[in-house]
């Protein structure tokens, strides 16, 4: 089955935008990638138009082909997210793994609760050790 969108936007400082913060990286690590300053790329990203060889620049900076850029749209974008990473086991995209924050928090408490416990544990045996040296101890 072969889908196909129809191009809604035009705004190549859009799609920039858009692909840089799917892809995770910050305007000052593509300005740095592109030897510019953060208030460039901003401008950059708020331009509608720009010209091949700023494209192609930018699109190397983000190891993403300059069609990718060209092409986007959000419906495409939440089309192809939705089937290649509707299950863990494909959810590896530029060397970023998409995982759930909840499993994350749950892992950190589990931790916690252990660590935790043990630390109750060892106050326990501390305490039966000093009661024993008292009981132990000749009365003054």
């Known amino acids: 089955m072969e889908t196909t969108y129809r191009v809604n936007r035009k ?4 799609n920039v935008k858009r692909l840089r913060e799917i892809l995770g990286v910050k305007q000052e690590d593509l300005a740095e990638r592109l030897h510019l300053t953060q208030q460039s790329v901003s401008k950059l990203e708020n331009k509608e138009d720009l010209d091949n060889e700023t494209l192609e620049k930018i699109a190397n900076a983000m190891n993403i082909p300059s069609d990718a ?6 419906e495409g974008a939440i089309h192809i997210i939705s089937n ?11 060397n970023y793994t998409i995982n759930n ?3 994350k928090i749950v892992q ?11 630390m ?6 501390k305490v039966a050790l000093l009661e ?5 101890r000749p009365n003054i």
Request: net charge negative; charged share 35%.
């Open 11 to 14: 705004h190549l400082g859009y």
């Open 69 to 74: 850029i060209k092409n986007f749209t959000d």
């Open 84 to 94: 290649n990473f509707s299950d863990n086991s494909s959810a590896l995209y530029n």
């Open 101 to 103: 924050p909840i499993e």
């Open 108 to 118: 950190l408490y589990d931790e916690k609760v252990e660590l935790y416990e043990r």
């Open 120 to 125: 109750l544990q060892s106050e326990k045996e």
């Open 132 to 136: 024993e040296l008292l009981r132990d």
